[in-house]
């Protein structure tokens, strides 16, 4: 199976918060990011958080890590339709090598 | 800084042609990705390399996938001959030093008819 699992579909209204969520499978993962793909555009990364951390807050960004479930979430506040966008999570080992293994991303819809 | 440049952005080929990618990674970056991603999933990771040589290539269907980085600086991935399934956005990457996240080029789509 997939060593990352997102939900494929999120659809929010503008103004309400968003949650995406994800669950990873390796235990030593030592970094785990959440990047934002537009249409037609490469992966951007919107942030990320060492697995020694609970929780990383970047303004509208909120991303909470529970290792013992493996899961990670990013709550993003205030949501725009602006931030319409496929979410991607990914995780890496650490070991010197840092290869990302991505999910197949959350789809977040944004409706006025 | 200049992001990842990828070129070119857009490719349609027939079956059993052959094209090639270009990627300029960050500078300074010595590792850099390819990726494969299939419309509706996440992308794959086809090759890693350390500056100019080849850390991980185990996903790379080394039967008509190749690439290379002879200078340690801009790659090329080759598909010769391409197949349909191959249609996919390739996407480049690379990583500076020790912790630093992964930055993406925009990525070449390709359509093969």
């Known amino acids: 199976g997939e060593d990352v699992e997102q939900s494929l579909f999120l659809s929010v209204r503008e103004g309400d918060s968003s949650v995406i969520n994800c669950t990873y499978t390796?235990?030593?993962?030592?970094?785990l990011y959440w990047y934002k793909q537009e249409p037609g555009a490469g992966l951007q990364l919107l942030t990320y958080?060492?697995?020694?951390?609970d929780m990383k807050q970047d303004q509208r960004l909120t991303v909470l890590l529970n290792k013992k479930d493996k899961h990670l979430s990013l709550r993003i506040a205030d949501t725009q339709t602006g931030d319409s966008a496929i979410y991607f999570c990914?995780?890496?080992?650490?070991?010197?090598?840092?290869?990302?293994?991505f999910g197949r991303g959350t789809s977040l819809i944004v409706h006025p | 800084e200049a992001g990842v440049a990828q070129s070119p952005r857009y490719k349609i080929i027939e079956k059993r042609q052959s094209v090639a990618f270009w990627c300029n990674p960050i500078?300074?970056?010595?590792?850099l990705y390819w990726y494969q991603q299939i419309l509706g999933q996440g992308p794959k990771l086809l090759i890693q390399?350390?500056?100019?040589?080849?850390?991980?290539d185990s996903q790379l269907p080394k039967d008509r996938f190749s690439a290379e980085r002879l200078k340690g600086v801009d790659s090329t991935l080759k598909i010769q001959p391409a197949k349909l399934e191959d249609s996919a956005v390739y996407l480049c990457?690379?990583?500076?030093?020790?912790?630093?996240?992964?930055?993406f080029g925009n990525g070449t789509r390709l359509t093969v008819t």
């Open positions: 990914a995780e890496s080992i650490s070991g010197g090598s840092y290869i990302p293994t």
């Open positions: 390796d235990s030593s993962s030592t970094y």
């Open positions: 958080i060492f697995s020694n951390m």
């Open positions: 500078s300074g970056h010595a590792t």
């Open positions: 390399f350390q500056n100019n040589g080849v850390v991980d």
């Open positions: 990457a690379s990583i500076g030093q020790g912790s630093s996240p992964l930055h």
